[in-house]
Antibody, heavy 119, light 110 residues
Framework: QVQLVESGGGVVQPGRSLRLSCAAS????????LHWVRQAPGKGLEWVAV????????YYAGSVKGRFTISRDTSKNTLYLQMNSLRAEDTAVYYC????????????WGQGTLVTVSS | QSALTQPRSVSGSPGQSVTISCTGT?????????VSWYQQHPGKAPKLMIY???KRPSGVPDRFSGSKSGNTASLTISGLQAEDEADYYC??????????FGGGTKLTVL
């Protein structure tokens, strides 16, 4: 069965960096685009970034563009999110999710990892 | 990209039907037939309930249905059950490989 397991969350000071990982299994990793979606405490879902199956181009929400980098390692079946220059408003549960086709949206989601940006 | 507009809350009694609306623009909901709906119980990850406006993934009860008219998509849940109580989010493709979510709707089963 499809499994996505995020890791790497924690407490980090404003301005610092953090890298999230998402280990995938149960499907052909190289055949799917993958998303990061976040949810601030008590708030709604916010799309963050997507990387196509080939991994050649990447796309970001305006709120994170220039600060966050999405990448993937097919040899490890792992998705990453490098987060730099973190701000308090980046505090959220970060979910990785598999795209169901044509970049139209996620079907399977991980359980999420909490990132708290605080001094 | 502004979030899609959903009602903050809806409610219904067991057995009744409820409809949750999701209003976007001609650049997202109105332009693409790529609207999906997610159910989220407290502390859990979202679950895909509807994709491509009106398609149900395997395992999702046929009590859940989706539709779209113009810039507004809708999720209808018929025969409400207690376990349907959750937050529901719509999502639309917005072009240039980007997605936009709605603000979420809390469904209360009375």
């Amino acid at each position: 069965q499809v499994q996505l397991v995020e890791s790497g969350g924690g407490v980090v000071q404003p301005g610092r960096s953090l890298r999230l990982s998402c280990a995938a299994s149960g499907f052909t990793f190289s055949s799917y685009a993958l998303h990061w979606v976040r949810q601030a405490p008590g708030k709604g879902l916010e799309w963050v970034a997507v990387i196509p199956d080939g991994g050649t181009n990447t796309y970001y929400a305006g709120s994170v563009k220039g600060r966050f980098t999405i990448s993937r390692d097919t040899s490890k079946n792992t998705l990453y999110l490098q987060m730099n220059s973190l701000r308090a408003e980046d505090t959220a549960v970060y979910y990785c999710a598999r795209d169901y086709g044509d970049y139209a949206g996620p079907d399977y989601w991980g359980q999420g990892t909490l990132v708290t940006v605080s001094s | 990209q502004s979030a899609l507009t959903q009602p903050r809350s809806v409610s219904g009694s067991p057995g009744q039907s409820v409809t949750i609306s999701c209003t976007g623009t001609s650049s997202d909901v109105g332009h693409y037939d790529y609207v999906s709906w997610y159910q989220q119980h407290p502390g859990k990850a979202p679950k895909l309930m509807i994709y491509d406006v009106n398609k149900r993934p395997s395992g999702v009860p046929d009590r859940f249905s989706g539709s779209k008219s113009g810039n507004t998509a809708s999720l209808t849940i018929s025969g409400l059950q207690a376990e349907d109580e959750a937050d529901y989010y719509c999502c639309s493709y917005a072009g240039s490989y980007t997605l936009v979510f709605g603000g979420g709707t809390k469904l209360t089963v009375l």
